[in-house]
């Protein structure tokens, strides 16, 4: 398996454009994207069927513009990727953060494990315009109301231009462990779903 391998792990994130930790797994090589389906963690914040009807469509696009590369799993997310970095020796985990406290708390331990195991971990903010912590008032307490933190947070903002969509290598691996996408069973058979479907 090839050293330079990194793990792209998509989350709230299904895109190619403007997705700065995917741009920084494609400066290091060839790249494994990944999406993992992750209820043990999110228990009672697990998606609901809209948005998994949601995510079952947008899973088929980016699997398209990724010609089909993209690998999907279902479970504790910790144990997928630490896994995946030991069976296919990669050297690099990137993900853009997410700032709910389940995933927090799980994304947290998830970096101490990989970290352990000398596997690289890298994180970007892929959609805030500041992150929470960047914003405080004078006295370093955080803001309450919300129009003082608003006023703060974009005086303080520098705007960069949305990233290109960066040049994507992926690597060839055949994993026995992926599913395909019927399995995750996102797209329940409700009446609004089949109504939706044929407008």
């Not at 690998?71 to 700032?99: E, M, P, S």
Request: proline share 6%; net charge positive.
């Amino acid at each position: 398996m090839t050293k330079d391998l990194s793990i792209h792990w998509f989350r709230q994130d299904l895109r190619l454009a403007d997705n700065p930790a995917l741009t920084a797994a494609a400066l290091r090589g060839n790249i494994l994207p990944i999406y993992i389906l992750d209820d043990i963690n999110a228990k009672p914040f697990s998606l609901g069927e809209a948005s998994r009807w949601w995510l079952h469509h947008s899973l088929t696009a980016l699997n398209k513009t990724l010609n089909g590369n993209l690998k999907l799993y279902q479970g504790d997310a910790k144990k997928i990727i630490v896994d995946l970095c030991q069976r296919f020796n990669v050297h690099t985990v990137c993900w853009n953060r997410c700032y709910e406290p389940w995933r927090i708390a799980r994304d947290k331990k998830i970096k101490s494990q990989l970290k352990a195991l000398g596997v690289n971990v890298e994180t970007f903010n892929g959609s805030l315009l500041q992150e929470p912590w960047t914003i405080h008032k004078k006295d370093g307490e955080p803001y309450k109301i919300f129009t003082p933190y608003y006023r703060q947070a974009c005086a303080s903002a520098s705007l960069e231009p949305p990233l290109a969509t960066p040049k994507i290598v992926t690597s060839p691996i055949d994993d026995n462990h992926a599913l395909n996408l019927q399995a995750l069973n996102l797209k329940t058979k409700k009446r609004w779903h089949q109504r939706i479907e044929k407008e």
